[in-house]
């Protein structure tokens, strides 16, 4: 498939996509072993491998684990429920005409055909949830529905299944349950610290040495910083997607405009989803929470943003739009 | 020894090379069937949506029988046709005279309002991307299959297997090219 801007072709995304997983992982890993091992050290006083027994690393790992595992499973569902999101009514002729959109996104993409959502809230919002694109589903909100027209919402629907055909959706997953782990062990490392622990400390402290010493300090820092340093892993990466998943949206409606003129729409909505919690937002096409940050450019906007300034995405999707002007057009 | 080992090596390598290249083949010309299948049950789904709109809008719309008479037949010509190129060709012609039906439908104030004919007039539009849709899904995956065939070295494999280059969906008839884009009230 020739295309007139430069872009992974689709089989070495999905592949970059899965690798990427599979590292962003190893680092969460590695983050939660820390914390647990921290924790055991603390508590327990050992040092080297046999002074204690890793109960907490193991917990650690158990929770993190777990957390994926049953995100990958139930997540959807849960994400889906929190939001209020009810299946799409054939006899209504509004929900009728997305869920046309949809079949036409499908047939463009060639893929297997999402379930379909709408949410009841008056916000125009979306996101595309699900552990691979034979098990995902996309949830529009009613007002997503009643403030754009046909084309745009073509282009926001492209958006929400490139982001399935990329298999952002199930990285998204990973990486949202992740943090919640980490946030959560080092709440419970903190609390720990300040309530007691280390009784045992003083036996084995002369044998623990310097080592332990460094290691307590490791362990400190990364209590403070997993939380931070995940979290802004997690931004990264999401804003990485939504600018491919805008070049993919563009590329299978041929239409670029669409979308961006969707995008203006939504930035110019710009009051919170409140039907979407914040564990979600990363999964939506604009920021629910409705901060400003999404909507301004700048390093601390870059840096914290879930989704990358709007203005730079609609730059980008009228640059796309100017290439297909000038290219000749496809045989339609 | 050692060099018919590495003769034999070579030729077991060779032979999996051809297998592999072989199954890619297949694989490639099996999307491309599906792929015009995709686009077969959307020109059957318009083709079926036809006559409901005709019907719909036929008491409404006396003074127009002849562009309805014309949207019949163009449907009827395109329900007969063989082969990509000429499905092409007339269903293009098929999609020009709903466009001037349903430009003729914007001069009919009770007919634009009518709960029936949006509802036909979404189900058609949605059609017709879903046609341009599968079409260019075809166009992409036809084209890697024609190309598989014709670089070296699978053009070796491709015919000594007997694999043919298959047709694009795309408008051959330079006049359909011609025909004058009325105002649309649809996207297209």
Same mark, same amino acid.
């Given at each position: ?330 045989t339609h | ?35 015009w299948?995709q686009i077969d049950v959307q020109l059957k789904r318009r083709h079926?949506l036809i ?20 949207v019949?037949q163009a449907r009827n010509a395109a329900i007969s046709a063989r082969g990509v190129a000429d499905a092409a060709a007339k269903e293009d012609m098929l999609t020009s005279a709903l466009t001037?039906?349903? @430009?003729?439908?914007? /001069? ?7 709960? %029936? $004919? ?6 058609l539009?949605?059609t017709e991307n879903k046609i341009s849709?599968a079409r260019?899904?075809y166009?992409?995956? @036809?084209?890697?299959? /024609? ?7 699978? %053009? $070796? ?10 047709e694009l969906f795309e408008i051959t008839n330079?006049?359909e090219r011609?025909v ?8 297209k």
């Open positions: 498939m020739s295309l007139p801007y430069q872009t992974r072709n689709i089989y070495e995304q999905q592949a970059h996509n899965k690798r990427l997983t599979l590292v962003i992982m190893c680092v969460f890993v590695l983050f939660i072993a820390l914390l647990g091992l921290g924790f055991d050290m603390y508590l327990q006083g050992g040092v080297l491998p046999g002074q204690f027994l890793p109960v907490g690393t193991a917990a650690a790992l158990a929770v993190g684990f777990g957390s994926s595992f049953w995100s990958l499973q139930r997540g959807a569902k849960a994400v889906l429920a929190s939001a209020g999101a009810v299946p799409v009514d054939e006899t209504n002729p509004q929900h009728k005409q997305l869920l046309n959109i949809v079949d036409e996104m499908t047939i463009a993409s060639g893929l297997p055909r999402p379930a379909v959502y709408v949410i009841p809230d008056p916000d125009p919002n979306a996101f595309a949830t699900g552990k691979n694109p034979q098990e995902s589903s996309i949830a529009v909100t009613q007002g997503l529905l009643d403030s754009l027209n046909r084309e745009e919402l073509q282009g926001v629907i492209a958006h929400e299944m490139s982001h399935i055909r990329n298999y952002d959706i199930r990285l998204m997953t990973v990486i949202a349950a992740l943090v919640g782990a980490v946030l959560l062990l080092s709440d419970w490392a903190r609390r720990m610290m300040m309530y007691g622990g280390g009784k045992k400390r003083d036996r084995n402290s002369k044998e623990a040495g310097q080592l332990g010493l460094i290691l307590l300090i490791v362990w400190l820092v990364s209590i403070i910083l997993a939380p931070i340093v995940s979290q802004l892993l997690a931004m990264a990466v999401s804003r990485k997607r939504e600018y491919l998943a805008d070049a993919s949206a563009a590329e299978l409606t041929r239409n670029p405009l669409g979308l961006a003129s969707a995008l203006r729409k939504i930035e110019n909505a710009a009051a919170p989803t409140a039907s979407i919690k914040r564990g979600a937002a990363h999964l939506c096409i604009a920021d629910p929470l409705g901060k400003k940050v999404n909507t301004k450019e700048g390093f601390v906007a870059e840096l914290f943003g879930t989704h990358p300034p709007i203005e730079k995405r609609i730059m980008a999707l009228q640059a796309m739009a100017y290439q297909f002007q000038r290219q000749p057009e496809p | 020894m050692t060099a018919i080992y590495i003769l034999v090596g070579v030729a077991i390598l060779g032979i999996l090379w051809v297998i592999a290249k072989y199954n890619s083949l297949v694989t490639l010309r099996n999307q491309t069937i599906n792929g299948k079926d006559p409901n709109l005709v019907n719909t809008v036929k008491g409404m719309m006396e003074f127009e029988q002849d562009t309805l008479e014309k019949i001037k039906l349903f @430009a003729l439908v914007e /001069n009919y104030p009770n007919l634009k309002s009518n709960e %029936n $004919v949006k509802q036909l007039q979404e189900e539009t949605s849709f260019q899904f166009n992409d995956i @036809a084209t890697t299959f /024609n190309t598989a065939q014709q670089v070296f070295p699978g %053009n $070796v494999i491709a015919s000594l297997f007997g694999f043919q280059p298959v330079e006049a011609a004058p884009t009325v105002n649309l009230s649809l996207k």
